[in-house]
Nanobody, 124 residues
């Protein structure tokens, strides 16, 4: 059974930085691509970034491109999201997920296993 545990969220001022981590267990980490999504207050869950199994290919939502970096450490079964130049509109619960479908990685339906989420709050 795939298990994902996010950490690293918190309260930060606008312009600040945070790095989120996602610890994976219960499956062969290198078999799957991974993604980060977020859900802000009163909003739908939206795609943030994804990464292929080796870490050689990444993609980002336009709203975070140039500010966020997704990475993975396959030796540690871990996924990361480095967030810089944070804005109040980045406030959300951030989720990591395992991509186990061939549909585009920007869609929720591409992901079959999700973590419980970690709260990021950016104050103005």
């Amino acid at each position: 059974q795939k298990q994902l545990v996010e950490s690293g969220g918190g309260l930060v001022q606008a312009g600040g930085s945070l790095t989120l981590s996602c610890a994976a267990s219960g499956y062969t980490f290198t078999t799957y691509a991974m993604g980060w999504f977020r859900q802000g207050p009163g909003k739908e869950r939206e795609f943030v970034a994804d990464i292929n199994w080796s870490g050689s290919l990444t993609s980002y939502a336009e709203s975070v491109k140039g500010r966020f970096t997704i990475a993975r450490n396959n030796a540690k079964n871990s996924l990361y999201l480095q967030m810089t130049s944070l804005k109040p509109e980045d406030t959300a619960v951030y989720y990591c997920a395992v991509r186990d479908s061939v549909v585009p990685g920007t869609t929720r339906s591409a992901y079959g296993s999700w973590g419980q989420g970690t709260q990021v709050t950016v104050s103005s």
